[in-house]
């Protein structure tokens, strides 16, 4: 496949021959609170993507996946405090002043929301809005950012005539197509998808991914999907990082993640998901995540997990090399001090 | 759940209509508005002790068809039967006891609960409206009971607020407020769609122990694996119509009508090396207000001939209590 032509990526860390497209380094992202405690919202993630990729960051509502990507964004609100590193093919974003990252989104990193209608301006026709971004971040003149728009509107099949509807005359896929449009008008490296499909119906949702995965494989940019869905993510994604709590508990390809979980709570949520394949085995996860504004001690995982030991309540697992290109931040991985392989 | 056992809900050819809008130039010319149709004539039978799942993209009519089996929206054509007695023209003081025995969950937790009124004030609320003749302390003992059947501790919660409850929580409270009254017919309107995968599994098999202790329940949900886990029966309906019925691992293992069968496919495996590819099909749903002549899939089914565009398929029998609405399969 596509994802031939470039080195099998790894996990988390950097494989040094091939400089990752999107490279992220210890991220920290804490939001200050008016009379209440710091909230720290993702606590020091690794992640690196190569360009083709379609990677997922899957997890529960405040699992922090959001925030993290809001911050590859430059999007966050201003009483968060940024820190680490967020490299887009090389150019560290975090350095840049904002109207240095203003120019980067749209051109280097872009974005499609959950709800389509986020990102498209009520009162103005489609095509028009896809112009937009072209011409404000001097991409291209007016005339061929014209011209350039009816290309992508067919690119993400749209219909000729539908070029100068509102958003509100079209129906929900055919608006979040409009956002992908729109999203792909500055020929972006790294397309950035928050539940593009959450509210779209699975016929609708199934296009919208067919269509994804056609812009990786001839446009070669790299989707980076935020989601929920485990479904979703094993058909669609070739890799994936599971978060918890604002940590990274597992990342690996889908196949390993599918095959060979070695996080308790991808296990759980792997059984938690529905399977139309195998409709008789589904299982909630009891308990909540952790507060995330007091200093976690030990796993974060520990009170959900139905393989705690006491050692988890103590130390903090580290995200360690658990099998080729596969990590996991969990102590059962640990191999016993006999030295039996895992 | 015998063949012979009356249904508790049936629904007999029901059509449901919304007055269309009329612009202005077209009342002037007395142009009659048109009316969408969103439901076209569909028969459903809901026993108690059964769960059956109306399976459908937005614009298929599942949400009308689930209000006119409460009696919310008239039926405009067709009749509606409840508990063997045909209740399509029940009003006045027939229809507020029939609201009692029936009862709506909402999608949204979030919005279904007062803010400003703890879960104790809103489990009593429908006490207060229909069952006055209870006492203070009989109406206490209820709530309690509520609570512990949606398996929630009451002292825990009775004193809390909606905005201190988790959204899995909500949608406990509000299933307990559903079931004050005893209700014998539930319908459950995407009740899990805006919730974490890990609670999700613990409100279906919450509405699932109220199969099991003898209610109808009407499950209305987009997602076909959710369906399959937990329904009995699917039917699953497109523009108006149900195209297919059967029982959940039939349809579900060995879907009939094209459309069916696209759905399953498309519907995402965990398996990512799953068998098989998905079957994309190409357009959308029609809406109601121009729904396609004939077969109302024909403009989007790979197998319609010429005939399609012109017949209506009737659903027909197909043995084991499936039925199809293609004469192609």
Request: aromatic share 4%; net charge neutral; hydrophobic share 40%.
């Amino acid at each position: 496949m596509t994802l031939a032509t470039h080195p099998a990526p790894g996990p988390g860390s950097p494989p040094r021959e091939d400089p990752a497209l999107l490279e992220i380094r210890d991220l920290h992202v804490t939001f200050e609170r008016r009379g209440r405690a710091p909230l720290h919202a993702v606590q020091g993630i690794d992640l690196s993507i190569q360009a083709r990729e379609r990677f997922a960051l899957v997890g529960e509502s405040g699992c922090g996946k959001s925030t993290s990507i809001l911050a590859m964004m430059g999007l966050l609100p201003a009483n968060a405090e940024v820190r680490g590193s967020i490299r887009v093919d090389g150019v560290e974003m975090l350095a840049c002043e904002e109207r240095e990252r203003r120019a980067h989104r749209w051109t280097d990193v872009a974005m499609v929301f959950q709800s389509a209608m986020n990102s498209l301006n009520p009162v103005q026709p489609l095509l028009a809005q896809i112009v937009e971004p072209m011409v404000a971040h001097a991409f291209l003149d007016r005339r061929a950012a014209r011209a350039r728009a009816r290309e992508l509107l067919g690119l993400v099949g749209i219909p000729e005539r539908r070029a100068d509807s509102y958003p509100h005359e079209l129906s929900g896929g055919m608006r979040q197509r409009a956002a992908l449009a729109m999203a792909l008008s500055c020929d972006p490296k790294v397309l950035i998808a928050d539940e593009p499909t959450t509210a779209l119906d699975t016929m609708v949702q199934a296009q919208i991914f067919q269509l994804l995965r056609r812009l990786t494989e001839e446009l070669g940019i790299a989707v980076v999907l935020v989601t929920h869905d485990l479904p979703v993510v094993m058909d669609f994604c070739d890799r994936a990082a599971v978060m918890y709590a604002g940590a990274i508990a597992e990342c690996a390809s889908v196949r390993e993640l599918y095959a060979r979980p070695r996080h308790p709570y991808t296990r759980l949520l792997l059984a938690a998901s529905p399977d139309i394949e195998r409709p008789d085995q589904i299982h909630p996860i009891p308990g909540v995540p952790p507060q995330l504004d007091r200093p976690v001690v030990g796993c974060r995982f520990r009170e959900r997990c139905d393989v705690a030991i006491e050692r988890c309540r103590e130390q903090e697992p580290p995200l360690t090399l658990v099998g080729v290109a596969h990590e996991a931040a969990c102590w059962h991985n640990e191999p016993p001090s006999e030295g039996a392989a895992a | 759940m015998t063949a012979t056992a009356a249904p508790l809900v049936e629904l007999r050819d029901v059509a449901v209509r919304y007055a269309g809008r009329s612009s202005v130039l077209g009342r002037l010319r007395h142009r009659p508005s048109t009316d969408v149709e969103a439901v076209a004539g569909i028969t459903l039978q809901i026993r108690a002790g059964e769960m059956l799942a109306l399976v459908g993209e937005s614009g298929s009519g599942k949400t009308s068809t689930g209000h006119v089996a409460m009696r919310l929206v008239p039926a405009a054509a067709g009749s509606v039967h409840f508990g063997g007695a045909d209740v399509t023209d029940a009003g006045g003081r027939g229809l507020r006891k029939l609201r009692r025995e029936m009862q709506l969950i909402y999608q949204d937790p979030y919005e279904a609960l007062d803010p400003r009124c703890r879960v104790r004030a809103i489990l009593e609320e429908p006490l207060r409206i229909h069952a006055h003749q209870l006492s203070r302390a009989e109406r206490g003992e209820r709530i309690v009971q509520a609570l512990t059947r949606v398996g929630m501790t009451p002292e825990l919660f009775l004193d809390r607020y909606p905005a201190e409850l988790s959204g899995g929580q909500r949608q406990r409270v509000a299933i307990a407020a559903s079931l004050m009254l005893d209700p014998r017919f539930v319908v459950a309107d995407e009740p899990v769609s805006m919730l974490d995968v890990s609670v999700r599994a613990e409100i279906m098999a919450l509405l699932g122990s109220l199969r099991d202790s003898g209610m109808g329940v009407l499950l209305i949900t987009h997602d076909l694996a959710t369906a399959a886990k937990y329904a009995d029966r699917i039917a699953v309906m497109y523009v108006g119509r149900v195209v297919e019925e059967g029982s959940t691992a039939g349809v579900v293992s060995a879907p009939q009508h094209p459309y069916t069968r696209a759905l399953v496919s498309a519907v995402p495996r965990l398996d990512p090396e799953r068998s098989g590819g998905i079957e994309v099909l190409a357009g959308e749903i029609p809406d109601p207000a121009h729904a396609p002549s004939g077969c109302r899939f024909h403009p989007r089914c790979p197998i319609a001939v010429e005939e399609c565009r012109s017949l209506e398929p009737p659903l027909t029998d197909r043995g084991n209590g499936r039925s199809v609405a293609c004469p192609r399969v």
